[in-house]
């Protein structure tokens, strides 16, 4: 039997709900996934978090999966949108800490009052003083710019669930931030 037969066969049994070939399934395809992902990375420790990331996918969409088609097919289409999704994040957010890191420069000769640039300081302390999954949120929402149903699908919450936890983050930064004035 292939490999790749082999992996269908044990995402059909998994399926069913048979937890030995769903556990066989997930080690058999994990070196897959890293040596798919590795060589198509400018920084190779980044294929830990990536084939985690698969993983989990694959654990939540086995149930798309369908029997009458190739299974490799169907792995290499969720490692590629895994990839592709990290590396967005990645460099996006990149983007905001060089754009961060470069307020200082920017603002210096343009702003009328100096208290002013330490401003900034304050809402990056406010932000860093939310709980952890607001304060990914609120970064994603409204500084990367992704919306409510990007976030909610990247995070596995529901879009009002995320349109909830965004709108007491900004009134948390408010009711921090209005302390300063």
Partial sequence: MSQADRW???????????KRAYSELLSDVLPFIKLSITSKL?????????????????????HTYSADRPFKPWLNAIINFRRIDYLRKHYKAREVKELSQKNSEIFQPNVAFQQSLSELGYIERAVSSLPLKQQKIFKMMKIQGYSAKEVADEMGMSVSAVKIASHRSVTKLKEILGKYE
């Fill in 8 to 18: 269908k066969d044990l995402a059909i049994k998994a399926q069913v709900g048979d």
């Fill in 42 to 62: 400018a920084d190779s420790s980044w294929a830990d978090d990536i084939a985690q990331d698969v993983l989990i996918s694959v654990h939540k969409s086995l």
